[in-house]
């Protein structure tokens, strides 16, 4: 089993900035590759980012491009997402997520497991 709790969500202005940390327990950090993925009212689960388990390779929904980033500190068993320029439309749960393997997944059904999620508002 693997425990993950997500923090740093909040209340931010349109551009602003926040980041966000997803702390793991109960297996290997470094075996994991992680994701994070959103979810606004009334809309399916959307992808955000999502890191190798060795943190070489990344990959980034469309919607963020260029404005996330995802990153991961295997000696704190901790990943990040730092986003920056943020919009309206960012506003969502925000939830990590984990699983066995070592390269990057994008979809939520390749995960295992799953935290409790952070709510991130931007205001316009």
């Known amino acids: 089993q693997v425990q993950l709790v997500e923090s740093g969500g909040g209340l931010v202005q349109a551009a602003g900035s926040l980041r966000l940390s997803c702390a793991a327990s109960?297996?290997?950090?470094?075996?994991?590759?992680m994701g994070w993925f959103r979810q606004a009212p009334g809309k399916e689960r959307e992808f955000v980012a999502a890191?190798?388990?060795?943190?070489?390779?990344?990959r980034y929904g469309d919607s963020v491009k260029g404005r996330f980033t995802i990153s991961r500190d295997n000696g704190k068993n901790t990943v990040y997402l730092q986003m920056n320029s943020l919009k309206p439309e960012d506003t969502a749960v925000y939830y990590c997520?984990?699983?066995?393997?070592?390269?990057?997944?994008?979809?939520?059904?390749?995960?295992?497991?799953w935290g409790q999620g952070t709510q991130v508002t931007v205001s316009s």
């Open positions: 997520a984990a699983v066995l393997r070592s390269g990057v997944a994008s979809s939520v059904g390749n995960y295992d497991y």
């Open positions: 109960g297996r290997t950090f470094s075996s994991l590759a």
């Open positions: 890191i190798s388990w060795s943190g070489i390779s990344t």
